[in-house]
Nanobody
Framework: VKLMESGGGLVQPGKSLKLSCEVT?????????VGWFRQVPGEMGELVAS???????RYSDRVKGRFTITRDNAENTEYLQMNSLGSGDTGVYYC?????????WGRGTQVIVSS
C-alpha cells in the first residue's frame, strides 16, 4: 500500500489549493483513518484534518471553516481543499492512512503561502 500526495505549491495569501492523497495497492475505503498532517521544521506536526470510518470529518480549530476533506472512491483519492490560505498554513503536508493498525505515510507535498 502506498500513499502519494500532490497539489502543493507556492500560493499568495487568501488564495486556495487542493491537495490530493492517492492510494495505490489498496482500497482507500478500507482505511480506518485518513489524516492530513502539516509539518514545519522545529515544530510538532499538526493534524489539520482527518476522516475516521463512520464518523464525520474532523478539523483543527485553526483550519475549521477553511479546509474541507472530500473523497473520491472511484479515484482511490482523498482531497484536502484549502481556502483563505495564510502564512500559518505553510508547511509540508503529509497524508497518513491507518489500516489494521498500520500507519501508511506519503512523502508529503510542500505548501508555501507567501506574497
Amino acid at each position: 500500500v502506498k500513499l502519494m500526495e500532490s497539489g502543493g505549491g507556492l500560493v499568495q495569501p487568501g488564495k486556495s489549493l487542493k491537495l490530493s492523497c492517492e492510494v495505490t495497492g489498496g482500497n482507500i475505503d478500507s482505511f480506518d483513518f485518513v489524516g492530513w498532517f502539516r509539518q514545519v521544521p522545529g515544530e510538532m506536526g499538526e493534524l489539520v484534518a482527518s476522516t475516521t470510518r463512520n464518523k464525520p470529518p474532523r478539523y483543527s480549530d485553526r483550519v475549521k471553516g477553511r479546509f474541507t476533506i472530500t473523497r473520491d472512491n472511484a479515484e482511490n483519492t482523498e482531497y484536502l481543499q484549502m481556502n483563505s490560505l495564510g502564512s500559518g498554513d505553510t508547511g509540508v503536508y503529509y497524508c497518513r492512512g491507518d489500516l489494521v493498525g498500520i500507519h501508511y505515510w506519503g512523502r508529503g507535498t510542500q505548501v508555501i503561502v507567501s506574497s
